[in-house]
């Protein structure tokens, strides 16, 4: 079951349903006085800064010159269509996206589905050691691989050439660095792999039986029972992946000291989005960015969720 | 609506199932499949852990060591021999055995060596070009990287930057999180199920949307180049740790509450006494949660402390040492050992607590 399950099935499971009157608006106040942190906080630093940040896309607001602000209408919105940066992140996103988003979600399934094999030995020993990595902090990672990629030093490279490939230089390339930043962020997949790992765990072991009277093999099995059964777990990994996706930062401006290069390769959306509102300090046009990423996350994420009806497993049948 | 269906009947044409075909008894299959996927296994784990040999071996090598083709910390090997420095060969000896000797006297087709283990001998005449030969190498590893840099990158200062951070934010975000946790779990709040959705749905909201008026806040109240926007916002609790608290209270039986308020306890007293006693486990996964997240965090204080290298957490810091040190790869990795080696030492440490926030998350039976 995941987050947004819960959160739609919470009044099925409404709390105190029996006892009303007054207790039960005094035990409300405590429930309110208990919820306070939240409200004020998503008062104060979720709801104002969102209506302060789409106000701003209508002025040219620079933190370096806060009495200059003056509304400007649409500019900033007809800026985004001429905008080459833009563009650019765009493009570089995209790109990244069609290759990063089904390794975000196959990688998870195929590690959990090796820990989960019947067959396998020191199942705590993997376990533990492949979700170690999680706990390497992302400038290590990347100062690691980006070593182990490095055109001529790079163990890859020279690995490859014992069988004379010649290795690129990976993240000098336009077309090499993406394959080389999944690399850097594969030792991330810890909590996505031990979640999927725990989905399969979970799975009725009365459903294999079943399935084996059938005569059903691996791979049968795997399709018709494990992976649906897992959906719900997808489902969540895919929704984290693309708003994370859209967010990715660290690891390329890294790698590229916040350049974009190689090219405008690594120029992501949210490192075009940084250099606006934070280098330039042009934080009108940097809100306008902002709700744009967020138009597009909304899409992508509402997309999923209307696409679950078709592929994600609901246990107790339809809704 | 469809859902993705739960086939448990295979066509039954294909009972013959392939175990009666193969030879082998199930006991031995069994053993095979066991051999084969643990193979595969080693074979994945080693992809997996092999960078950190790449970086332990690259931190204990000078710039040379780097140029040359070994992958251990080695160095061409030498003696001292008559007050001369020779140089050590790999020298194939006429009883086709290899043997390390130093050349003493180099010449075009036949040289003198000297056995380095047996120096008071005679010089051995060697017939062929001494320099077709390889050189021997030592074992030679640059332990002076790790002071180095240690003190380039103010480890200790990071360090203490880092947890201090971490520490005043788990303190919010535990706190904060576990009174919102306790009041979703067990109040009757109006509109709660609609209050809690978009609790929920501020996982989606990016954070880029609230930044730059956030920012300008903070910038106007004096915290900018401060620790505060790295801390305060946490005492305002978050939708995940909430989720994972209210999961976690959620197992708690009600029964002992209502005993407790029985007894005459107050709300407060009940979450003291009686939930969180029970909750520990859950309070820690919170807590290294948020510590693996201050670890790692980047974005924002790159934001508030680009000015302030003597506040940065780690991320930030190693990142500035490493637009320097670009061309001194040993330090780089000596930098990342150095920076992993506390998360990774604690996790080995207390995994089980490391790995429970997962469990808790609560895939269902």
């Given at each position: 079951?995941?987050?947004?399950?819960?959160?739609?099935?919470l009044d099925?499971?409404?709390?105190r349903?029996s006892?009303?009157?007054?207790l039960?608006k005094?035990?409300?106040?405590?429930?309110?006085?208990?919820?306070?942190?939240w409200?004020?906080?998503?008062f104060f630093?979720?709801?104002l800064?969102?209506?302060?940040?789409?106000?701003?896309?209508?002025?040219?607001?620079?933190?370096?010159?806060?009495d200059a602000?003056?509304f400007i209408?649409?500019d900033?919105?007809?800026?985004?269509?001429?905008?080459?940066?833009?563009?650019a992140?765009?493009?570089?996103t995209?790109k990244?996206?069609?290759?990063a988003?089904?390794?975000?979600?196959?990688q998870?399934?195929?590690?959990?589905?090796?820990?989960?094999?019947?067959?396998?030995?020191?199942?705590?020993?993997?376990t533990?050691?492949f979700?170690?990595?999680?706990?390497?902090?992302?400038?290590?990672a990347?100062?690691?691989?980006?070593?182990?990629?490095?055109?001529?030093?790079g163990?890859?490279?020279?690995?490859?050439?014992?069988?004379?490939?010649?290795?690129?230089?990976?993240l000098?390339s336009?077309?090499?660095?993406y394959?080389?930043?999944?690399?850097?962020g594969l030792?991330?997949?810890?909590?996505?792999?031990?979640?999927?790992?725990?989905?399969?765990?979970?799975?009725?072991?009365?459903l294999?039986?079943?399935?084996?009277?059938?005569?059903?093999g691996?791979l049968?099995?795997?399709w018709?029972?494990t992976?649906?059964?897992?959906?719900?777990i997808?489902?969540y990994?895919l929704?984290?992946?693309?708003?994370?996706?859209?967010?990715y930062?660290?690891?390329?401006?890294?790698?590229?000291?916040?350049?974009?290069?190689?090219?405008?390769?690594?120029?992501?959306?949210?490192?075009?989005?940084?250099?606006?509102?934070f280098?330039?300090?042009d934080m009108?046009?940097?809100?306008?960015?902002?709700w744009?990423?967020?138009?597009?996350?909304m899409?992508?994420?509402?997309?999923?969720?209307?696409s679950?009806?078709?592929?994600?497993?609901?246990?107790?049948?339809?809704? | 609506?469809?859902n993705?269906?739960?086939?448990?009947h295979a066509?039954?044409?294909?009972?013959?199932?392939?175990?009666t075909k193969?030879?082998?008894s199930?006991?031995?299959?069994?053993?095979?499949?066991?051999?084969?996927?643990?193979?595969?296994?080693?074979?994945?784990?080693?992809?997996?852990l092999i960078?950190?040999a790449?970086?332990v071996?690259?931190s204990?090598?000078?710039?040379?060591?780097?140029?040359?083709p070994?992958i251990?910390?080695?160095?061409?090997a030498?003696?001292?021999?008559d007050?001369?420095?020779l140089?050590?060969?790999e020298?194939?000896?006429?009883?086709?055995?290899m043997?390390?000797?130093?050349l003493?006297?180099?010449?075009?087709?036949?040289s003198?060596?000297?056995?380095?283990?047996?120096?008071s001998?005679?010089?051995?005449?060697?017939e062929g070009?001494?320099?077709?030969l390889?050189?021997a190498y030592?074992?030679?590893f640059?332990?002076?990287?790790?002071?180095?840099?240690?003190?380039?990158v103010?480890?200790?200062?990071l360090?203490?930057?880092?947890?201090?951070?971490a520490?005043?934010?788990?303190?919010g975000?535990?706190?904060?999180?576990t009174?919102?946790?306790?009041?979703?779990?067990?109040?009757?709040?109006?509109?709660?199920?609609?209050?809690?959705?978009?609790?929920?749905?501020t996982?989606?909201?990016?954070?880029?949307?609230?930044?730059?008026p956030?920012?300008?806040?903070?910038?106007?109240?004096?915290?900018?180049?401060?620790?505060?926007p790295?801390?305060v916002p946490?005492?305002?609790?978050?939708?995940y740790?909430?989720?994972?608290?209210?999961?976690?209270?959620?197992t708690?039986?009600?029964?002992?509450?209502?005993?407790?308020?029985?007894?005459?306890?107050?709300?407060?007293r009940?979450?003291?006494?009686?939930?969180?006693?029970?909750?520990?486990?859950?309070?820690?996964?919170?807590?290294?949660?948020h510590?693996i997240?201050?670890?790692?965090d980047?974005f924002?204080?790159?934001?508030y402390?680009?000015?302030?290298?003597?506040l940065?957490?780690?991320?930030?810091g190693?990142?500035e040492?490493?637009?320097l040190y670009s061309?001194?790869p040993?330090?780089?990795?000596a930098?990342s050992?150095l920076a992993?080696?506390?998360?990774?030492?604690?996790?080995?440490l207390?995994?089980?607590?490391?790995m429970?926030?997962?469990?808790?998350?609560?895939?269902?039976?």
């Amino acid at each position: 079951m995941t987050v947004f399950d819960e959160a739609r099935d919470l009044d099925v499971r409404g709390e105190r349903r029996s006892e009303r009157g007054s207790l039960e608006k005094q035990m409300g106040r405590w429930g309110l006085l208990f919820i306070s942190p939240w409200l004020i906080g998503f008062f104060f630093l979720t709801l104002l800064p969102m209506a302060a940040s789409f106000a701003m896309t209508f002025t040219n607001f620079n933190v370096t010159q806060p009495d200059a602000i003056s509304f400007i209408g649409l500019d900033n919105y007809r800026r985004l269509f001429t905008d080459s940066d833009l563009r650019a992140a765009l493009e570089a996103t995209f790109k990244f996206f069609l290759l990063a988003i089904p390794i975000s979600i196959i990688q998870p399934i195929l590690m959990a589905g090796l820990l989960n094999a019947g067959a396998l030995r020191g199942r705590r020993f993997f376990t533990t050691l492949f979700y170690m990595t999680y706990m390497v902090p992302v400038v290590s990672a990347i100062l690691i691989w980006g070593g182990m990629l490095n055109g001529q030093t790079g163990w890859i490279n020279r690995f490859l050439a014992i069988f004379g490939v010649n290795g690129p230089d990976w993240l000098k390339s336009t077309t090499w660095v993406y394959p080389g930043l999944i690399l850097i962020g594969l030792w991330g997949v810890g909590n996505a792999m031990l979640f999927t790992f725990i989905g399969m765990r979970n799975v009725p072991h009365e459903l294999y039986e079943a399935a084996e009277v059938d005569g059903a093999g691996y791979l049968r099995k795997t399709w018709n029972i494990t992976l649906p059964l897992i959906t719900p777990i997808i489902f969540y990994n895919l929704v984290l992946s693309v708003i994370g996706l859209f967010q990715y930062f660290t690891i390329p401006y890294i790698v590229s000291r916040g350049t974009g290069e190689p090219g405008n390769a690594t120029l992501f959306y949210n490192i075009h989005f940084y250099r606006t509102a934070f280098r330039f300090q042009d934080m009108g046009y940097g809100a306008t960015l902002a709700w744009l990423l967020f138009a597009i996350v909304m899409i992508f994420t509402l997309l999923i969720f209307w696409s679950a009806r078709y592929w994600v497993y609901s246990p107790g049948g339809s809704e | 609506m469809t859902n993705a269906q739960v086939e448990t009947h295979a066509p039954s044409s294909e009972v013959t199932s392939s175990s009666t075909k193969s030879g082998l008894s199930k006991r031995s299959r069994d053993i095979l499949a066991g051999v084969v996927i643990t193979l595969i296994g080693l074979a994945v784990l080693i992809f997996w852990l092999i960078p950190f040999a790449y970086m332990v071996t690259t931190s204990l090598k000078s710039l040379e060591q780097m140029q040359n083709p070994r992958i251990l910390p080695e160095s061409p090997a030498t003696i001292e021999f008559d007050g001369k420095e020779l140089e050590v060969y790999e020298v194939p000896m006429p009883d086709g055995s290899m043997q390390e000797l130093a050349l003493f006297k180099p010449g075009r087709e036949s040289s003198l060596f000297v056995d380095p283990n047996n120096l008071s001998a005679e010089p051995i005449e060697w017939e062929g070009r001494w320099r077709q030969l390889d050189p021997a190498y030592h074992l030679d590893f640059q332990w002076q990287n790790y002071p180095e840099a240690w003190k380039a990158v103010e480890f200790p200062l990071l360090v203490r930057n880092t947890f201090l951070i971490a520490l005043f934010g788990i303190i919010g975000t535990a706190l904060s999180s576990t009174l919102v946790a306790y009041g979703f779990a067990r109040f009757p709040i109006p509109y709660k199920n609609t209050l809690f959705l978009i609790l929920i749905s501020t996982i989606v909201l990016p954070r880029q949307v609230t930044l730059i008026p956030t920012y300008i806040i903070f910038s106007r109240l004096g915290w900018v180049g401060t620790w505060l926007p790295l801390i305060v916002p946490h005492f305002f609790a978050n939708a995940y740790n909430v989720f994972l608290l209210r999961q976690y209270f959620l197992t708690v039986p009600k029964e002992m509450d209502e005993a407790a308020y029985i007894d005459g306890a107050n709300p407060l007293r009940v979450l003291w006494s009686v939930i969180l006693p029970q909750s520990w486990p859950v309070i820690i996964a919170v807590s290294i949660s948020h510590l693996i997240f201050a670890w790692n965090d980047y974005f924002e204080p790159l934001i508030y402390l680009r000015a302030r290298p003597d506040l940065q957490p780690i991320s930030v810091g190693i990142q500035e040492f490493n637009f320097l040190y670009s061309t001194r790869p040993e330090l780089l990795q000596a930098t990342s050992l150095l920076a992993l080696i506390i998360p990774v030492v604690a996790f080995f440490l207390a995994q089980k607590y490391f790995m429970q926030g997962i469990v808790f998350t609560g895939v269902d039976k």
